[in-house]
């Protein structure tokens, strides 16, 4: 199944899942959607890969779809579930740990 995702956002229906494969021992992204006033990127996280403790000057959300996350947020630690979601507001120092092989969307609003 071959899923192409226009800068234009043309309408269709996707499993953002399927938009990304898995890489051992990696970190890999794929930026979706790219407006003034947003972006929203999907991630595949081998298990136990991460992000380092950072900032983001914008509101954030992330959204699991694959797999369990540890998510660091100004210091504490939530776990996060297929099908869970967490806000992250502009400028919390925020990690994230993939406790078993991770697929996530994380959507940023720019304001």
């Known amino acids: 199944m071959e899923?192409?995702?226009?800068?234009?956002t043309e309408a269709q229906a996707i499993?953002?899942?399927d938009l990304i494969a898995y890489q051992d021992g990696s970190v890999v992204s794929r930026e979706i959607i790219k407006?003034?006033?947003g972006s929203i990127t999907v991630f595949a996280f081998d298990?136990?890969?991460g992000l380092s403790e950072?900032?983001?000057?914008?509101d954030a959300i992330l959204h699991v779809l694959e797999g369990e996350a540890e998510v660091k947020?100004?210091?504490k630690s939530h776990l996060l579930k297929e099908k869970e979601v967490i806000i992250m507001?502009?400028?919390e120092p925020h990690s994230v740990k993939a406790l078993r092989k991770l697929k996530m969307l994380l959507t940023m609003i720019r304001s």
Do not use: D, F, M, Q
């Not at 899923?3 to 234009?8: D, P, R």
């Not at 950072?54 to 914008?58: D, E, I, Q, S, V």
């Open 3 to 8: 899923n192409k995702i226009s800068k234009n």
């Open 73 to 75: 947020l100004s210091g």
């Open 47 to 49: 298990e136990n890969e």
């Open 54 to 58: 950072h900032t983001a000057p914008y």
């Open 89 to 91: 507001p502009a400028g």
């Open 15 to 17: 499993n953002p899942s």
């Open 35 to 37: 407006k003034t006033n």
